[in-house]
């Protein structure tokens, strides 16, 4: 099988093609020259003689790419002539024969003859050299430099700067210098005394800021060591309460264990470590009485996919009791979580998201509701008119609202958010004088029923 020649391949040059005398370079080309004696130029003569078996389009491609990229290197090389080094050679060794005779013409021969081909040889590198390690702006600076001083100089030398100053200087009784080189020293001290103050100033600075990246570090650990204990107290929870299947098997020991973690926990964490445990405990049902089997304990389900609550009858898994007192959950977001019959008194509750949280016969006397979000909050059952705080000695009456309520006495409503009418009655009749004037929109026209 022929290959047929590509017709672009009779104008590629072989190496019997190439005359003699471009392998024979001139010895004071300039750096432009194509007849250069260089490895590049060989390398490129010898890219160019295996073109003429190339044949395909591809590799012709690929000898063009290879002689662009052997171009830009010729460009970027500075040409080394043999023979000119071998005249510089000679050049420096008539020098030293001047100076062993002690001829002055054929020394000064050598000696310009040497510098004049040694330039040659060395701008081409020394153009190389700066073009690479100084930029266009960078040498246009330096210029400029080099011209504001000759311009100082210049008008030193013949605006008659020079002269004035000469003239002042005479005038000057340099007997006083004394005096005034003590003056000059006093300053000096001052000054370094004043560099030291603001060395140590720098340093205060730069330590101060320093001790406040730390804490930010230290702040970011504690925040990653205080999510993967919670993760831990999460799985540990799931683990305790929970069987095989999934399914909750809280007996009582398990629930005497988790209250303890619970209670353990809390004391551990701040306000925001505090609200994502209520949130997973009352999302899982844990917070909230749950309807039994009267022989085994478990929770029953409520046919729909949940488990049964009894609020009268019914038993938490765990329960929250005096564990939230006088805490700090401040800012926190507690939304859709039950917080029923939990024991909040003098809790700070100001700015809490509150929506839909149930805090029916929740003890929040003293507390702080200042700014909180209270849309959709339950705070007691039934109607406002009949409802009334929890007791010690009644049972609660879901019904009517009897001792169903929230115990909000003394609490504080400043600016709280989106308090329903309902609420606002409830509150109004059970907060007592001390928080009626706290509560927006007012309470005239409800009665005190709490009766201090």
């Known amino acids: 099988m022929t290959i047929e020649s590509n017709s672009n391949s009779s104008h590629l040059p072989t190496p019997d093609s190439i005359p003699e005398q471009d392998l024979q370079p001139d010895d004071f080309d300039g750096g432009a020259s194509e007849n250069c004696l260089t490895p590049e130029k060989l390398a490129t003569q010898q890219a160019i003689a295996m073109g003429a078996s190339l044949q395909s389009q591809q590799n012709r491609v690929a000898l063009k790419q290879a002689q662009s990229f052997l171009k830009q290197r010729i460009t970027k090389s500075v040409p080394v002539k043999p023979r000119a080094l071998l005249i510089i050679l000679l050049a420096i060794a008539i020098t030293f024969i001047g100076i062993a005779i002690n001829n002055w013409i054929i020394g000064i021969c050598g000696t310009l003859l040497t510098l004049v081909l040694s330039l040659i040889i060395l701008i081409p590198w020394l153009q190389v050299v700066v073009d690479e390690w100084f930029s266009f702006q960078e040498r246009t600076l330096l210029v400029a430099f080099l011209g504001v001083l000759v311009s100082i100089f210049g008008l030193i030398k013949f605006g008659g700067i020079g002269s004035l100053l000469l003239a002042w200087g005479r005038k000057i009784n340099w007997e006083a210098s004394g005096t005034l080189a003590d003056w000059f020293g006093a300053l000096g001290q001052i000054l370094i005394a004043i560099i030291a103050v603001y060395v140590a100033w720098r340093q205060y600075v730069i330590s101060k800021d320093l001790t406040i990246q730390q804490n930010l570090l230290t702040v970011q650990q504690n925040v990653i060591t205080q999510q993967q204990t919670i993760d831990s107290y999460f799985q540990g929870i799931s683990d305790l309460v929970l069987d095989e299947q999934g399914l909750l098997e809280d007996w009582p020991q398990e629930r005497a264990i988790a209250e303890g973690r619970t209670a353990a926990i809390f004391s551990s964490v701040d306000g925001s470590g505090k609200a994502k445990i209520l949130r997973f405990l009352s999302r899982s049902k844990l917070l909230t009485p749950l309807k039994r089997d009267r022989h085994l304990g478990r929770a029953i389900l409520d046919g729909s996919g949940g488990y049964a609550e009894d609020r009268l009858f019914g038993l938490r ?26 024991n909040l008194v003098r809790a700070n509750l100001s700015e809490c998201d509150l929506v839909k949280a149930n805090m029916s016969r929740t ?75 706290t509560i927006p929109g007012g309470c005239e026209g409800i009665p005190n029923k709490l009766g201090k």
């Open 317 to 342: 898994v765990i329960d929250l009791g005096v564990m939230l007192a006088g805490a700090d959950l401040s800012g926190t977001d507690l939304r859709w979580t039950d917080l029923s019959e939990a």
């Open 363 to 437: 003890i929040l006397y003293d507390a702080n509701l200042n700014q909180a979000d209270l849309n959709s909050t339950r705070l007691f059952y039934g109607s406002a008119e009949t409802a009334s705080p929890r007791s010690r000695s009644e049972a609660p009456k879901y019904e009517t609202g009897e001792h169903t309520g929230a115990v909000v006495e003394n609490a504080d409503f400043t600016d709280v958010q989106r308090m329903s009418e309902a609420n606002r009655y409830y509150c109004c009749a059970w907060c007592g004088e001390k928080s009626r004037g």
